[in-house]
């Protein structure tokens, strides 16, 4: 039910739009007219109804008529972030909500939605809880009552509670225990972040994942699965009216939580770059770093994503071409620009060739980084960047569940849906100097945590 971390969403898609094609024109056509004012287009996300209940459930309808598929998704606004006590517990529960309820047994909700063609998953991340169902226009119906069925009445009993315990602590050992990338990954939110919450990891500490009880379980139910927390996303083929009839019947009863709790810890000052070292068995040393960068919505932002794609994307960026095909010295090395809706990181990974020593790997990797916020970057590299970020914006409008997942996390993090046109601004507002300048305050190098994945010493000997 878990993805691993991300820069950019890209959920699930379940056929395509004829939304997606004309944007994509428009796109093509603004992109080769730069000098001229950008075309007026129709953003589809416009025409997001907002509806608030007596309950504080917060319902986004989108009606799009393009394809039979409706994408109904509800995204809880708790994650790894607001765990103060217990920690994996937000995690947790995105499988326990799949342990039936009062009426329904053990995994019935997604049979139930597969065996009609549906698809249904969830995922945590460290501000949000995620759950959709995508199906065909007929079993939304459906859908409205098992998820309130699940909302009202889940089954938090020890047999339930001790058969995803296991699975997670399963899930932990397989993604993060037994896996170099997964150890680094992890390593290095503990390095960067000293006193935010973003330091856990999503999945959880061992210790706790093996002492959660049912006791806590239901005291996480109650504060956060309750209506005013959550927000209820839908795109696709349906009738706004008998939705919104459906979901007041099926969820207009859920109950609300005067003690939603968040974490209140700022992240102080970094004074001095931060190192770590990993043991692990591995043939290919891993380099991790990263720099504390600010939250979704900032200024900055854009010249970030910009920097990130001048670094790592595709085989022509900076670190690809310096460390793996001019040095040779690494497997591969990638960056990016992680905006959180309370702080950001900037991190990037070099996995060295066998046989490479690591700090050769560093030398490269950081000069790299460095050369940019010195020299700066040309006209043609942010130019290949902005095009390459406006066709991923563009290609990720193209399906119900696209729209309902840009929507949702709109919603919870901005508490607004952000215009199209606004966000496509951003992007070709940047400039080679606002490149260089991200990268000059940003990335600088007694800011950086710097993990190394080697082999033990002993087994270097």
């Given amino acids: 039910m878990k993805r691993p971390p991300r820069l950019r969403e890209r959920l699930l898609r379940t056929g395509s739009s004829g939304v997606l094609s004309g944007l994509m024109l428009l796109l093509v056509a603004s992109s080769a007219a730069r000098s001229e004012p950008a075309p007026s287009f129709e953003d589809p996300a416009a025409r997001t109804r907002t509806t608030v209940l007596e309950n504080g459930l917060t319902v986004l309808t989108l009606e799009d008529h393009t394809t039979p598929v409706v994408s109904f998704q509800i995204w809880v606004q708790v994650g790894s972030g607001d765990e103060a006590r217990w920690t994996g517990i937000a995690h947790l529960f995105e499988h326990m909500m799949f342990r039936g309820s009062e009426r329904l047994p053990p995994e019935a909700h997604g049979r139930l939605i597969g065996e009609r063609g549906g698809r249904v998953n969830a995922f945590t991340s460290r501000d949000v809880t995620v759950y959709f169902d995508d199906v065909t226009s007929e079993h939304l119906p459906l859908v409205v009552e098992l998820e309130a069925e699940r909302l009202r009445s889940l089954d938090i009993s020890e047999e339930s509670l001790e058969s995803e315990r296991q699975v997670v602590i399963e899930e932990r050992r397989l993604r993060s225990e037994d896996d170099p990338q997964g150890r680094a990954f992890e390593n290095l939110l503990a390095l960067a972040f000293q006193a935010h919450p973003y330091r856990i990891p999503t999945v959880g ?4 994942l093996e002492k959660i009880g ?21 795109a696709g083929d349906f009738d706004t009216e008998e939705l919104l ?3 007041r019947k099926h969820m207009g009863p859920l ?31 891993i380099l991790a770093a990263a720099w504390h960068a600010p ?4 200024e900055d932002g854009a010249a970030l994503d910009v920097l990130s794609s001048v670094l790592s994307s595709g085989r022509t960026s900076r670190l690809y071409r310096t460390l793996v095909y001019d040095e040779q010295a690494a497997l ?16 990037a990974f070099a996995i060295a060739r066998p046989g490479v020593d690591i700090g050769r790997v560093e030398s490269l990797f950081f ?6 916020a010195t020299e700066g970057v040309t006209q043609a590299e942010v130019d290949k960047a902005k095009r390459t970020l406006e066709v991923d914006l563009i290609e990720g409008l193209g399906t119900a569940h696209a729209l309902a997942s840009r929507i949702g996390r709109d919603m919870v993090s901005f508490g607004r849906i952000r215009p199209l046109e606004e966000r496509l601004s951003e992007i070709r507002s940047v400039t080679p100097e606002d490149v260089q300048r991200v990268a000059a305050t940003w990335l600088k190098p007694e800011k950086r945590n710097v993990v190394h994945v080697t082999q033990p010493p002993e087994a270097s000997q």
């Fill in 205 to 208: 500490w061992m210790s706790d």
């Fill in 214 to 234: 049912v006791e806590e379980c239901n005291e996480f139910f109650r504060d956060y699965y309750a209506a005013n927390n959550l927000v209820v996303a839908v």
């Fill in 245 to 247: 009839a459906l979901i």
């Fill in 255 to 285: 109950r609300s939580s005067d003690h939603i709790a968040r974490n209140p810890q700022l992240e102080p000052e970094q004074r001095g770059e931060r190192r770590a070292v990993v043991h692990f068995d591995v043939r290919a040393p």
């Fill in 295 to 298: 939250p979704t919505g900032h």
């Fill in 332 to 347: 591969g090395a990638s960056g990016a620009y992680w905006e959180l809706m309370r702080a950001g990181l900037f991190y």
């Fill in 367 to 372: 000069g790299e980084v460095d050369r940019i």
